[in-house]
C-alpha cells in the first residue's frame, strides 16, 4: 500500500522568505508524484509533477520539487515567499499502473509580511 | 475551456436523508474520480470511473455510499441515511485517460449533516 506524510500541518514564513515543504512517500513500485495547492474556498490545482525524466521538476507560480528517490522525499520549494502563496499544499502519489492519488495530510502556509 | 464542474455548492441536510451529488468533468475525459475531505483531514479516495465503469471502488466508505456515471459524462455521487460523520467536502476529478495523468478537480460540494 501507498503512502505519503508531510512533515508539518501548518509552516509560517515571512514574505520573501524560502518555502520548503517536505513530503515523503511509500511505494512499493515507481510512483508518479504530484503537488496540488488549494486556495480557500476553491478546489485543487495542479502546481507540478514528476513522472519520469528530470527529477528536478519545475512547476506554475515559482515552485519547484526534487524527486530523491533513495530518500523516499519529493520535497517542494520556493525560494522567495509571496503572499499569495498562503494555501493548503498537498503532496500526493499514484502508482505507474494505478489510477487513484492518494494524499498526504496537507500543509497550510502562512505568509507573514 | 470549462474546468470541472460540482453541484451544489454547499447541501445542507439532516441526519436520515438521503443526498445526491453532482460532477460534470471535463468535455472528452474518460477518467473520472470521487474524493473526500474531511476538516483538517486529507484527501480520501472514495471510487474511479473508467468511462461508465467503476473499476476501483475501494474507498466507498459504506453500503450507505453508490456512484453512478452516464457514459463519459455527468456523474452522481449518492449517500444514503446521511449520517453525521458523512459532513466533508466531496471532490470530484477527471484526467484525459486512465493511468496517472493530471487529474483535474471541480470546486467541490460541501455537505454537512445535522
Known amino acids: 500500500a501507498q503512502s505519503v506524510t508531510q512533515l508539518g500541518s501548518h509552516v509560517s514564513v515571512s514574505e520573501g522568505a524560502l518555502v520548503l515543504l517536505r513530503c515523503n512517500y511509500s511505494?512499493?513500485?515507481?510512483?508518479?508524484l504530484f503537488w496540488y495547492v488549494q486556495y480557500p474556498n476553491q478546489g485543487l490545482q495542479l502546481l507540478l509533477k514528476?513522472?519520469?525524466?528530470?527529477?528536478l521538476v519545475k512547476g506554475i507560480n515559482g515552485f519547484e520539487a526534487e524527486f530523491k528517490k533513495s530518500e523516499t522525499s519529493f520535497h517542494l520549494t520556493k525560494p522567495s515567499a509571496h503572499m499569495s502563496d498562503a494555501a493548503e499544499y498537498f503532496c500526493a502519489v499514484n502508482r505507474a499502473a494505478g489510477n487513484k492519488l492518494t494524499f498526504g495530510g496537507g500543509t497550510r502556509v502562512l505568509v507573514k509580511p | 475551456g470549462a474546468g470541472v464542474s460540482q453541484s451544489p455548492s454547499n447541501k445542507v441536510t439532516e441526519k436520515g436523508k438521503d443526498v445526491e451529488l453532482r460532477c460534470d468533468p471535463i468535455s472528452g475525459h474518460t477518467a473520472l474520480y470521487w474524493y473526500r475531505q474531511r476538516l483538517g483531514q486529507g484527501l480520501e479516495f472514495l471510487i474511479y470511473?473508467?468511462?461508465?465503469?467503476?473499476?476501483?471502488k475501494s474507498g466507498l466508505p459504506s453500503d450507505r455510499f453508490s456512484a453512478e456515471r452516464t457514459g463519459e459524462s455527468v456523474s452522481t455521487l449518492t449517500i444514503q441515511r446521511t449520517q453525521q460523520e458523512d459532513s466533508a467536502v466531496y471532490l470530484c476529478?477527471?484526467?484525459?485517460?486512465?493511468?496517472?495523468?493530471?487529474?483535474?478537480f471541480g470546486p467541490g460540494t460541501r455537505l454537512t449533516v445535522l
Open positions: 470511473f473508467q468511462g461508465n465503469s467503476a473499476p476501483d
Open positions: 511505494s512499493s513500485v515507481p510512483p508518479y
Open positions: 476529478a477527471s484526467s484525459r485517460k486512465q493511468g496517472p495523468d493530471t487529474q483535474y
Open positions: 514528476y513522472t519520469t525524466g528530470a527529477t
